[in-house]
């Protein structure tokens, strides 16, 4: 079975400081990583994904990942955060192969950003 | 596309009560999540449909909770009877051969008291 460990419950950082929110997996089999951010009241939206290739991934928003094999990681960053970017933030994986097509998730990351 | 469309989105009842909810997947999705989010557990998975087949149900609680999908655009959850522990934002999601991700729902509060 995979699992995701985000080691960071809580994070505050004031605007326009960078931000890194670590996130760990474990799974015997190769994944899919992905990051999804979820606004207050609302649902998950999908940040973005490593499928495979490059191993940095941008999002349209300025955030990137990078998928690093040895470490079994794959943190967030974002160079300059701003206040929208207040919400809180999941990981997660999806087996590669077979027909489990379900995402296992972390316990999230609440991002807060102080003006 | 409207996207994943859940009702409703807030539900408020009495322990004891049935309780149901609605899921309409993205149109032409044949993947279906059912996820639960609390404070103290995180996100969930509840069941998994395939094509309208339940494929993985180890995550329910308990047999209080069921679910179906009687047909490719459509998924209920209903908890009989319904506890006060059950009280958390239940959230459908879909997704489709070809794509990696899934879609979420904007989820349902439900409270029970």
């Known amino acids: 079975a995979q699992s995701v460990t985000q080691l960071d419950s809580q994070v505050p950082v004031f605007e326009e400081a960078p931000v890194e929110l670590r996130c760990n997996y474990s799974?015997?089999?190769?994944?899919?990583l992905f990051w999804y951010v979820q606004y207050p009241n609302q649902g998950l939206q999908l940040l973005l994904k490593?499928?495979?290739?490059?191993?940095l991934v941008e999002s349209i928003n300025g955030f990137e990942a990078e998928f690093n094999k040895s470490q079994t990681s794959f943190h967030l960053r974002k160079p300059s955060v701003h206040i929208s970017d207040t919400a809180e933030y999941f990981c997660?994986?999806?087996?590669?192969?077979?027909?489990?097509?379900?995402?296992?998730f972390g316990s999230g990351t609440q991002l807060t950003v102080l003006p | 596309d409207a996207g994943v469309i859940q009702s409703p989105r807030h539900e408020v009842t009495e322990m004891g009560q049935e309780v149901t909810l609605r899921c309409k997947p993205i149109?032409?999705?044949?993947?279906l999540f059912w996820y639960r989010q609390t404070m103290m557990r995180g996100l969930e998975l509840l069941i998994y449909?395939?094509?309208?087949?339940?494929?993985?149900d180890s995550g329910m609680p308990e047999d209080r909770f069921s679910a179906k999908m009687p047909n490719a655009s459509f998924s209920t959850l209903k908890i009989q009877p319904s506890e006060p522990r059950d009280s958390a934002v239940y959230f459908c999601?879909?997704?489709?051969?070809?794509?990696?991700?899934?879609?979420f729902g904007q989820g349902t509060r439900l409270t029970v008291v």
């Open positions: 799974s015997s089999v190769s994944v899919y």
């Open positions: 149109s032409g999705h044949n993947s």
């Open positions: 999601a879909s997704s489709a051969t070809g794509y990696t991700e899934a879609f």
């Open positions: 997660a994986v999806r087996l590669t192969s077979g027909s489990a097509r379900q995402l296992t």
């Open positions: 490593y499928l495979s290739g490059s191993t």
């Open positions: 449909f395939n094509n309208n087949v339940p494929i993985d």
